[in-house]
């Protein structure tokens, strides 16, 4: 292990031991160092090295959890190291979209759960458990009900839909990686009110004026902003073209590149330019998975009505 990476995974623990999910602890180690027989023996030292009983014992669930779910762990950590992804900005919208498609057809090959949320550590009960946190805040939100039109966009294997199924009028969700929509296909198939489609990744083009009640993306908007911001622009454009009036946006991560209050400012600016009011400004909600929300409103009436 190099120094870096020994002061990140280092860095990384303390958060961990201030914060507390283990399962978001693990996959930060393995970002930081895709070899898990390493990562293991690093947070061993880390908690040998502690003389604090209560970071001793927070380490030790985070190395049981690690070695519960080693295959995961050792898939993904395979994953990392094939450096398919990567977080550089892409030159353009065409390569953008290019690159996600093939990362997303890739990674779901991988593994399913580890596909769309990395601290899943590949198990669907640890991939359930963020969703089930997911719908519980939209609950809390007031943006689900059997009278709602919903879409995601960046759908993924479709875990959304399933969840929400039950909840709302319909659940329709878009990808461009044709994996992850015959993964949400198959998932989804059984039930009726779930319409999941491929998209060319620019625009919400398949969808009517005034035909939808919330527009949410989990984890696909650092996508977009890999893309370039024209890319971001002309969702936040669509996403107000198809949302009825007093219709909910909600996304979940803006961007991956660290500087929250950037990210504040940018979907602040991007509201306002396409007349949404800002519910919520990237606070983190939820105890299992460290994404950031943003709640945005479509005005109840349009004002040139
Ligand atoms: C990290 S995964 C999350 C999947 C899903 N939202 C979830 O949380 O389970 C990101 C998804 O966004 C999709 N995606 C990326 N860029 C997109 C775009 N421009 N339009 C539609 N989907 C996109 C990817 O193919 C991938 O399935």
Redesign the pocket.
């Known amino acids: 292990m190099t120094r870096a990476q020994w002061a990140d995974v280092r860095r990384i623990l303390s958060a961990y031991v201030r914060r507390g999910d283990p399962a978001i602890a693990a996959r930060d180690v393995l970002l930081a160092c895709p070899d898990v027989a390493i990562a293991q023996a690093a947070i061993g030292e880390a908690r040998e090295r502690s003389r604090s009983a209560t970071t001793r014992a927070a380490l030790g669930r985070l190395s049981r959890l690690m070695r519960a779910h080693a295959a995961g762990c050792e898939r993904i950590a395979r994953m990392l190291r094939a450096e398919v992804d990567h977080d550089r900005p892409l030159p353009s919208v065409d390569e953008g ?1 290019a690159f ?1 498609r093939k990362l ?1 057809d890739w990674s779901v090959r991988q593994n399913p759960e580890s596909s ?2 990395l601290c899943s550590l590949g198990s669907p009960r640890l991939l359930a458990r963020v969703t089930h946190e997911i719908v519980a805040a939209f609950a809390q939100w007031g943006v689900l009900g059997r009278d709602r039109d919903t879409l ?6 479709g ?2 839909q399933v969840a929400l199924s039950g909840r709302v009028r319909s659940a329709h969700g ?4 044709a994996g ?1 929509v015959r993964a949400a296909r198959k998932r989804c198939a059984h039930l009726g009110n779930v319409h999941i489609q491929t ?1 060319s ?1 620019r625009d919400l083009a398949r969808y009517a004026d005034r035909s939808l009640d919330l527009v949410y993306a ?3 908007f650092p ?2 902003v890999q ?1 370039g911001m024209a ?1 971001v622009e002309t969702h936040l454009r669509e996403a107000a073209r198809v949302l009825r009036p007093g219709g909910d946006l909600v996304i979940l991560n803006f961007s991956y590149r660290s500087d929250a209050a950037k990210d504040r400012r940018i979907v602040r600016a991007l509201a306002k330019r396409h007349g949404f009011a800002v519910v919520r400004c990237g606070d983190k909600p939820f105890a299992h998975w460290d994404g950031e929300a943003f709640h945005l409103r479509k005005a109840a009436r349009p004002l040139n009505d």
């Open positions: 979209i996600c997303f769309v949320a995601e966009i960046g759908c993924g294997i875990r959304m878009i990808d461009l990686s992850m998209t990744g989990v984890d696909s996508y977009l893309s890319l």
